[in-house]
């Protein structure tokens, strides 16, 4: 028999105990390696426009076991790029100057919660700057009691802020000014890739600007734990719930997501969030198969649209070395044009 962990918390902006007070400019820093072998910091963008650009750029540092993991998968007209990779050798010298990298992918943190990204792979650049969107909701937590939370603990601290980016990127011979949405997150401690791989995993994020952003999590572990929790960032007001529900929509081979939608509610309101998905990517990370993808996003209610962004693992891993398949994802690392 599954357990369901729910835990509601009240308006976050300001109150006890509240994401938004309990980290700091230190935390935009690498932090105080723990012990463990699975001991991790990550530091990650998604962005998007909405209209068929976007992308999203994931580094992760395993330190005591000297490797660097990245995903890098982005689009804007037809093209497309993607790179998977789980063990660049971890440069330590970026990380004592306080940057956050995984090969060629590097991110510089700057000033009031800002940050560069500079990337410059093979048939692939991409130079953006991160603004949040304001000082005051810089600081936000999937999981409210970020501490005790067992999703903290399965999956280690993550602190995310919604924003812009702006910036280039080259796909292939083709140059694309970047003005876009986007959500930066950071996290850092153990995570346990073993009880993560489980038995599924949804993470979406979106934003139609300053008006509303949101973020939500559901996920099954291994031991057959149920975690929901996530949070709404409404017209600056901060609030967390644990009751929702992600929805995917699957093509005829049940792994190319081409959208979903999803419910949160809260005791005086409930938002719906519906995504269309223009890039998806299948890639393979540590035992698991996650689809990857962004696109365009409506919320019922509102007339302005926005982007999205979501990770989906919900099925067993291709055996190492194989190519996973999909219909519909970009599965293979490397430059991809329409026709």
Not at 49 to 78: P, R, S, V
Not at 238 to 258: K, N, P, W
Not at 332 to 338: E, F, M, N, T
Request: charged content about 20%; proline content about 4%.
């Amino acid at each position: 028999m599954s357990t369901e962990v729910k835990e509601h918390s009240p308006n976050e902006t300001g109150a006890s105990g509240s994401s938004t007070s309990q980290f700091g400019p230190q935390d935009e820093s690498p932090h105080e390696v723990g012990p463990d072998a699975i001991w991790q910091e990550s530091y990650w963008i998604y962005f998007g426009n909405g209209k068929g650009l976007g992308g999203g750029i994931h580094t992760g540092e395993q330190i005591n076991l000297g490797k660097a993991n990245i995903f890098a998968l982005c689009y804007a007209d037809g093209s497309a790029y993607r790179r998977a990779i789980d063990d660049y050798p971890q440069n330590r010298e970026l990380r004592a100057s306080g940057c956050f990298s995984a090969g060629p992918y590097v991110f510089t943190p700057g000033p009031n919660g800002t940050f560069h990204l500079d990337c410059k792979d093979d048939d692939f650049e991409l130079n953006l700057d991160f603004t949040p969107q304001s000082n005051d909701l810089h600081k936000l937590t999937v999981f409210p009691d970020i501490v005790n939370h067992v999703g903290s603990k399965t999956s280690s601290i993550n602190i995310q802020a919604p924003g812009r980016v702006r910036g280039t990127m080259v796909l292939g011979d083709r140059r694309f000014d970047v003005d876009a949405l986007a959500q930066q997150g950071h996290s850092w401690g153990n995570r346990d890739y073993k009880a993560l791989r489980g038995h599924g995993s949804r993470w979406v994020t979106g934003s139609i600007g300053e008006r509303l952003n949101f973020s939500a999590y559901t996920a099954i572990r291994q031991d057959g734990l149920i975690i929901r929790s996530g949070f709404i960032v409404d017209r600056g007001e901060v609030l967390h719930t644990s009751d929702i529900d992600v929805i995917v929509e699957a093509d005829v081979d049940g792994c190319t997501y081409r959208g979903g939608v999803v419910h949160m509610k809260f005791p005086d309101r409930e938002y719906v969030f519906r995504a269309k998905l223009d890039n998806i990517n299948l890639v393979q990370h540590h035992g698991s198969e996650i689809n990857v993808g962004g696109g365009s996003l409506r919320v019922d209610g509102l007339s302005e649209t926005g982007y999205t962004a979501w990770e989906i693992n919900e099925r067993p891993a291709t055996p190492a070395g194989g190519v996973p398949f999909s219909l519909g994802s970009h599965v293979v690392d490397g430059l991809s044009v329409k026709a």
